[in-house]
């Protein structure tokens, strides 16, 4: 939320508080001016509990929603119930549109995106070495064959350190700088990994970065094929 919100705001060469604001857990940038709040499902399904008809919104829109967590499938239940008025817009560059229109009874828009080239290449699946090996094979060929930053998908914290100190001396003697991404980590932090830079980036991430974050310049993604969840 705070780093699409920080994206809106340089569009309109704003600084965040003004028109483009967020709202997140222990932190909020917004004024008497803010008209469009980024907040997470959870900073918006409390709000609707404690002010079920949004007083003084005129449009709530629900990004990502293929994702279906449970807070979002219960704020587009508690705003259509709550407050019908409501311009409600759900998104999704994935989502089966038709079938998601039919059930809310909503027109479906689309928005054509530019495409890009996109080269898929798989790892030897026997490889037996280390998870931090592999990936600092794969940094390897990535900073040998393309030209710009390279992305690694790893499903932790505790993967991302691994990784980033495995290949470090190979991302040094490459002329490039190693960056770390994810969500605990301070505002500042994640600003570096996704701020234009000169210098080529290494940028270690969980899957935080699938998720409206534009990182400028990537022309190597790295994916690990792991993620952490919680199954019920």
Known sequence: ARMAAKRVADELDEPLGKTIG?????DDISSKDTRVRFVTEGILARRILADPTLQGVGAVLLDEFHERHLQSDTVLALVRQSAPDLM???MSA???ADEIARGLACNVIHAEGRPFPVTVSFDDA?????????ITSGVRRALDETAGHVLVFLPGAGEIRAAAAAAESLIRDKAAISCILHGDLPPAEQDRAVAPSAVRKVIFSTNVAESSVTIDGVTAVIDSGLARVSVF
């Open 22 to 26: 967020y709202t997140v857990r222990f």
């Open 88 to 90: 409600l817009l759900v």
């Open 94 to 96: 994935t989502l089966e």
């Open 126 to 134: 026997k490889d037996g070495r280390a998870l931090a090996l592999r």
